[in-house]
């Protein structure tokens, strides 16, 4: 996979690096779960319009943490489970996050390929200053070739209780861009609607394993709340 092990390599030195600044925190165990009119991925629609539910357990100490993530809702794939480990912290207006996260998929038409956690896995690096923020994923493992070369960056801008993010898929047969707008009424309650921008599917067709058809505006709406 090119680029794979310098990306694992800059996330781990930098984790030794920034451990330097990054505040010393006491051990903290919490939970969520959560409801969305439908599973909205990086600009694209998993669920059709079938409403998910989620819910993750997290385990924080000192800027490191890990992590299992499920959610209902994609109607390709089936139920999904995501692990992750990771280390984020700030320094005066910037922040930073270096992690490493595995999907999983147990049920559905991908279990025989994607049923055992490692078989798809991404290292992300995300970066933020003030208001400002940018995010790389690289995927590091995968079921074929050009999966394996598969990255997706996002730029984005919140203010206050509003946020946009604009995301680029980049994949052999497949460019994607995406751009999303968001209102979190509080901090259980948000909507969002996104747009696809430019879909380029290559040498695709319609029915080909990674084809993303062209699809109208995505609203959804989504409520949380954490487990205590």
Do not use: C
Not at 50 to 58: E, W
Not at 173 to 187: E, K, T, V
């Amino acid at each position: 996979m090119k680029n794979s092990q310098k990306v694992l390599a800059a996330a781990l030195a930098g984790s030794l690096a920034l451990s330097a600044v990054a505040p010393i925190a006491s051990a903290e165990v919490s939970g969520s779960v959560g409801v969305a009119s439908t599973y909205l991925w990086r600009g694209v629609d998993l669920g059709s319009g079938t409403p998910a539910v989620s819910g993750s357990l997290d385990y924080s100490a000192s800027g490191f943490y890990a992590g299992i993530w499920g959610s209902s809702g994609d109607t390709a794939n089936g139920t999904e489970y995501d692990l992750y480990l990771g280390y984020g912290g700030e320094a005066g207006k910037f922040s930073y996050d270096l992690s490493v996260w595995t999907y999983s998929y147990p049920t559905g038409a991908a279990q025989e390929e994607l049923g055992t956690p490692g078989n798809l896995a991404e290292a992300v690096i995300a970066l933020g200053y003030g208001p400002v923020s940018f995010s790389y994923f690289d995927a590091i493992a995968a079921p074929t070739d050009d999966a394996e070369d598969y990255t997706y960056m996002t730029l984005g801008l919140s203010l206050e209780a509003f946020s946009v993010t604009y995301g680029v898929h980049n994949e052999q047969g497949l460019d994607l861009s995406h751009i999303d707008f968001s209102y979190a009424y509080n901090d259980n309650l948000s909507f969002t609607i996104s747009a696809q921008i430019d879909n380029d599917n290559g040498d695709l067709e319609e029915g080909d394993e990674g084809y993303v058809g062209t699809t109208d505006p995505t609203f959804v709406v989504s409520y949380s709340m954490p487990i205590e």
